[in-house]
C-alpha cells in the first residue's frame, strides 16, 4: 500500500508538472492570439488574457495595405517545393551514402559535415552575386533549387536508415530481379518515412519563416511571400498603428504549419508504434 501511494505522489506531480509545461508553452500563441484583437496602444500598455475590440480594425489595415492571399500562396508553393524536394533527394542520398561502397564515399561523408558547420549567413553575398550573374532576381529557382543539397538532411536520415534497416532486407528483392530504383521506392522509402516526416516539418517550417534570402532576392511585390510582407506591413505606417495588424497575420500564418505538423505527425507516431525492423 505505502509503494502505490508513493507511485500516485510520483504520478501526480508528473502530471502536474507536465501540465504546467504545457500552459507555458501555450501561453505565447495565447498572448498571440489575443493581441491580434487588440489595438495598438492597447497592446503597448501590457499584456491582457482579455480580447480586445480591434480584430475588425486590425483587419482592415492588413488588406489595405497588403495582398494577403497572394502572400500565403506564394509562401505556401515555396515551402511545398522545398520539402518535396529536400525529402525526396536528401532521402535518395542518404541511402546511396548508407549502403553503397563506392570511392570518395567517405570524402562526400566528411564534406557533408564540414559544410553543416558552415553558417548560410557567410555565403549569402557570394549566392546573391551568383544569381544576379545567372539573372535569378525577383525569381523563383535560387529559393527553390538549392534547397536539393540539405547536408543536415542527409546526415539524419543517413543515420536514422542505418539504425532501423538492416542491409539484409534489400538482398531478397534483388535476388528476385528488382532494380535498385525500385527497391528504394517500394522498400526503402516506407521504412525511411517516420524520419522523412521529422525532417519535412522542420523544412516546411523554414522554408515558410524564411525571410532573409527572399528579402534579398524577390523585388516584384506580388511575388514576395508571406514573411516579407509581413516586415512591410510593419513598416507601412508607424509600429503603434500596426502592431494589432501584424500579430493578426502572424496568428494566420501559423495555421499552415499546424496543418503541416498534424499531417506529418501521424507518420512520425505510425512509425515508432510499429517499431524498427528486426536482424
Known sequence: MNEKVKSGIAKFFLYAFLIILAVICFLPFL??????????????????????SSLGTNWKVVTEN??????????????????LLVSYFSAITAYGLAYYKFRGAKVIFTSMLIFMMVPSQLSLLGFYDLCNNMRLIDNYIPLIIPSIASPATVFFLRQYILSVMPKAILEVPRIDGAGEITIFHKIVLP????????????????????????MLLINSPEKRPLPVMVAELSAVRDITTNLGATYLVVAISIVPIMIAFCFFSKYIISGISAGSVKE
Request: hydrophobic share 50%; proline share 5%; net charge positive.
Open 66 to 83: 497588403m495582398n494577403l492571399g497572394r502572400g500565403f500562396l506564394n509562401s505556401i508553393f515555396l515551402a511545398v517545393c522545398n520539402t
Open 31 to 52: 498572448m498571440m492570439l489575443i493581441n491580434s484583437t487588440r489595438s495598438g496602444n492597447e497592446i503597448m500598455t501590457g499584456f491582457s488574457l482579455i480580447p480586445g
Open 191 to 214: 521504412i525511411m518515412a517516420p524520419g522523412i516526416a521529422t525532417m519535412a516539418i522542420g523544412t516546411f517550417v523554414g522554408s515558410w519563416n524564411s525571410y532573409l534570402i527572399p
